[in-house]
């Protein structure tokens, strides 16, 4: 492994068609041999980098009496202090447009990205020339390892502005040499259309969002499309929310389309390096240790967890030159486990997914409730659509909860009665009192992005209240 940093890769490389890895040795190496021999190198390096060129970790390491030399070992890695959404969005407002942590001059800015802002004010990424071609390499490198071969057609069906997602696939597709279709979405009739194409061109693979999956296969089948047999998809890769990781909807895109789940994808400010990715036997997200050094921390002591332990997810950049995050504390919620992986691969792994983002946690009767344990339940119950609602309302300052679900297109009214009480007798089980509403089939809205599933009519009660 060469000491060079930044690294650059030969951009020709590719891998024998039937090896399962793009890069065997560093995959499957003793996992505390990566880490001292590659990845505590390249971290040293970052560090020495951004203290160098980003004011923004130098003000804040100065201020914490870290310099980077003092870092020595992956144990005193945990001294640098965490950085989190928060302070970016800060920074940026302060140093418009990108922040003081962009690293290099303007003109070396290959392309401007920028999340979508569902939560909050956007925050914008410029991302150099070199970066762009580690982040072809990385996503390239990954989605080898679940599967993707040159001879493979990917249909990308996610928006291609502002969401990162869609054009670190495509630029991963480009570079591992697989044809492309970015196909987008959200134009207004596009979905039908989508329909279209993925029955006449027949694409090997899908990305996109769950939620976005399951509608293209409700609309297909609402039209006498079968989507296993009409569509040709051998694999479908999925990031921007967590149901790909989230067992029973795993399960439902499985068997509507034939072909096999994959969970990526980890936070917006890490992307869209790729580095938290299922391989082909689907046993949680591997964990890239050597592309993204990710720890998991425990939300109270903020000291990193040994294995088997749920805790929060903290990521740093490792080959990142414009606005590397280094401890980025996403608040995101998993569990992480070095257990074996049949694909021999020696990354840990989150083996339940990111069950808890951090943006979706609502707090309820003073618990805190994530989305994607309601999802599971649902989707989990035949003859349940997979489209829901959760709305929170407070009567009496007490909070209520309310679940709003649908039954499958076909099933019949009689058994509506039956599919809400088992509904709710199985949230009853996981401790959350809730009161479910069946509606017809289609009521909900559908979603072609990341599903906001939650409405939080609480504020509104409060409000009332103060009058
Ligand atoms: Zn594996």
């Known amino acids: 492994m060469s000491t060079q940093w930044p690294l650059e890769y030969d951009p020709k490389y590719l891998p024998s068609p039937d090896s399962p890895y793009w890069n065997e040795k560093v995959e499957t190496m003793d996992p505390q041999e990566r880490e001292e021999k590659i990845i505590l190198p390249k971290l040293k390096a970052q560090l020495k980098y951004a203290y ?160 976005y999956s399951l509608y293209l296969a409700e609309k297909a089948k609402a039209k006498g499309i079968d989507p296993r047999k009409d569509f040709n998809f051998r694999i479908l890769f999925f990031s921007g929310e967590p149901g790909a990781g989230v067992p029973s909807t795993k399960k439902r895109i499985e068997e509507a389309y034939g072909g096999i789940c994959i969970d990526s994808g980890s936070t917006a400010e890490m992307s869209p390096w790729m580095s938290n990715c299922e391989c082909e036997y689907r046993t949680g997200m591997h964990l890239w240790q050597d592309i993204v050094y990710a720890e998991l921390v425990d939300v109270e002591t903020k000291k990193r967890l040994p294995y088997g332990k749920e805790g929060a997810t903290v990521y740093t950049h490792l080959e990142r030159t414009s606005q590397p995050m280094i401890r980025f504390w996403s608040g995101d919620i998993s569990q992480w486990t070095d257990e074996p992986c049949p694909c021999g691969r020696t990354y840990p792994r989150l083996p339940k997914g990111i069950y808890g983002r951090a943006d979706d946690m609502f ?79 289609g009521t909900l809205e559908r979603t072609e992005f990341k599903a906001r599933r939650v409405i939080d009519k609480r504020q509104l009660y409060d409000e009332i209240i103060k009058k």
């Open 363 to 441: 707090v309820i009767r003073g618990e805190n409730v994530y989305p994607s344990a309601i999802e599971d339940v649902i989707r989990s119950i035949e003859g349940m659509g997979d489209e829901f609602r959760i709305i929170i309302t407070r009567e009496k300052t007490m909070d209520e909860l309310i679940v709003q679900a649908e039954p499958a297109p076909g099933v019949d009214k009689a058994l509506v009665p039956q599919l809400k009480q088992k509904l709710e007798a199985e949230l009853r089980a996981k401790g959350l009192r809730t009161i479910v509403e069946m509606l017809e089939p």
């Open 52 to 211: 160098e060129n980003s004011p923004f970790y130098k003000k804040k390491w100065d201020a914490a009496g870290i310099k980077p030399e003092h870092i020595r070992s992956l144990e005193d890695f945990e001294q640098i202090p965490f950085v989190t959404k928060d302070e970016i969005r800060q920074d940026q407002m302060e140093y418009p447009p990108f922040g003081s942590n962009l690293c290099i001059p303007k003109e070396q800015i290959a392309r401007v990205q920028g999340t979508s802002g569902t939560t909050g004010k956007p925050t914008a990424f410029g991302i150099s020339k070199g970066d762009m071609m580690r982040i072809a390499e990385a996503h390239a490198r990954i989605m080898w390892g679940f599967g993707m071969r040159p001879h493979d057609l990917v249909f990308i069906a996610s928006f291609f502005s502002l969401y990162w997602g869609s054009w670190g696939a495509l630029l991963g597709c480009e570079r591992l040499g697989a044809g492309s279709f970015p196909f987008g979405a959200g134009v207004p009739g596009q979905s039908d259309r989508a329909l279209k194409w993925m029955k006449e061109i027949k694409p090997t693979i899908f990305y996109g969002t769950p939620s």
